[in-house]
């Protein structure tokens, strides 16, 4: 199973917690329509099974081209608004969790065993795992983290992840978990509170290093450029306070907007 397709099927579990009797709105949206009406005589007074069953045959249907962007998409053509608010904050929470996932999978190797007691994994459903995939550790950790995230549901989280990492004593992969940690918050850090610094008087950005920071965060990347614009004005304004000023008496903001790279000289008001 690859990655996408890991975190599409966590994505769906979430789902269809929320879904409920929206399914069949959400199914035309996503032109199943028939599907659920064959699935409401086979199924109909059980509908927790009647959307396990839908959206097991809509992922067969769509043959690898299903996504995330695609429900996503289905819950706002439907009107599900209140679906589509708590989905698009799983998945700022829950896929940072998958994030995490993926780093550790490359870290583990053998000690998922280790790993699968200290999160209480059943030994027969840990064992059906290397059953089913003798010789194939990364498969075993694939399907092992799928089986923990469906057990947790929306309580999966890192703590719980690295709390069970201390108790199996793999302080080695703690070690490395934690450098990931750090620098995860260093990308969002550098986003937030990009560095700022005085030429002369005129205060400048290093716009090249905040782009490439920018570019591979996910949809909150929005929110916070409006973050760095926030500390842009707020240098402004402290110089406009100071009585400072270009020499035709423009606003400093408009002189580095029609030239970024030059430095603004200002005179005193003193």
Excluded at 40 to 58: A, T, V
Excluded at 127 to 152: C, G, H, N, S, T
Aim: net charge neutral; proline share 2%; hydrophobic share 35%.
């Amino acid at each position: 199973m690859t990655t996408a397709c890991h975190e599409l099927h966590g994505f769906v579990r979430q789902l269809s917690r929320h879904i409920g009797c929206d399914i069949k709105r959400l199914a035309r949206a996503l032109n199943a329509e028939s599907t659920v009406v064959e699935l409401e005589r086979q199924y109909p007074r059980d509908l927790k099974e009647l959307i396990r069953q839908f959206f097991e045959k809509w992922l067969k249907m769509e043959e690898g081209h299903a996504s995330i962007d695609q429900l996503m998409h289905g819950l706002k053509a439907a009107e599900l608004f209140e679906t589509f608010t708590k989905m698009e904050a799983f998945m700022q929470e829950g896929i940072s969790c998958n994030v995490f996932i993926r780093e550790l999978s490359k870290h583990i190797g053998s000690d998922l065993k280790k790993l699968a007691r200290a999160l209480d994994i059943d030994k027969t459903e840990f064992d059906a795992i290397e059953y089913r995939d003798p010789r194939d550790l990364k498969e075993q950790i694939v399907q092992f983290f799928r089986i923990w995230e469906e057990r947790e549901g929306s309580k999966a989280s890192i703590e719980t992840l690295m709390a069970a990492l201390k108790k199996a004593e793999l302080s080695e992969v703690v070690d490395k978990m934690e450098i990931f940690l750090k620098q995860e918050k260093a990308k969002e850090k550098a986003v937030l509170c990009p560095r700022v610094f005085v030429e002369g008087d005129a205060t400048e950005m290093k716009s090249a290093e905040l782009t490439h920071t920018l570019q591979p965060l996910h949809k909150s990347s929005v929110l916070k450029t409006e973050s760095f614009r926030m500390i842009r004005d707020d240098h402004e304004s402290r110089y406009l306070q100071r009585g400072r000023c270009n020499s035709d008496g423009t606003n400093l903001r408009n002189a580095r907007t029609r030239n970024p790279q030059s430095n603004v000289r200002c005179n005193s008001s003193s």
